[in-house]
């Protein structure tokens, strides 16, 4: 006797993938909130990123010196032992990938900074009635600018 399943069963089978495909679906395609931070968090952020950006230029240029003062004084084309020389080759060639990783740094805390002056927290005026009297009183706010592309 050969067991075939019934109708039932296979749109029991069929509804389950379904859900559990849908539920994937949107498990996965959720979309991150944003998080308003404030003018501080983006100053400091935009501090530390200029710091290392200022230690890996410091860094390297002071490499690529030590490295060209080096390999000014071992330089030897007809050598046999040049393995000092390719050290100080090697030292001055990772002066120039610091300084050059230090761009990324520099313009990073730039656009840190420029978040942290859109962000700003003030007075505003605004007008109340207080005992049948208009009153200028000061209001705190969040200003906010978005600038569009």
């Not at 067991?3 to 379904?18: Q, W």
């Not at 404030?38 to 230690?55: F, P, R």
């Amino acid at each position: 006797m050969v067991y075939t399943a019934t109708k039932v069963e296979v749109m029991k089978k069929v509804i389950l993938s379904l859900m559990l495909a849908s539920l994937m679906a949107t498990s996965f395609c959720q979309q991150k909130t944003m998080e308003v931070k404030d003018k501080d968090y983006y100053l400091q952020k935009s501090k530390d990123k200029k710091t290392v950006a200022w230690v890996l230029l410091g860094a390297g240029t002071a490499a690529i010196i030590g490295g060209a003062i080096g390999f000014n004084q071992t330089f030897c084309i007809f050598c046999e032992d040049n393995g000092a020389s390719n050290a100080y080759g090697f030292l001055m060639l990772g002066g120039v990938v610091a300084d050059l990783a230090s761009i990324p740094f520099f313009i990073s805390a730039s656009h840190y900074k420029k978040i942290a002056a859109d962000i700003s927290i003030g007075n505003q005026n605004g007008y109340t009635i207080k005992q049948n009297y208009l009153v200028l009183n000061r209001i705190p706010v969040l200003v906010v600018r978005i600038h569009l592309p």
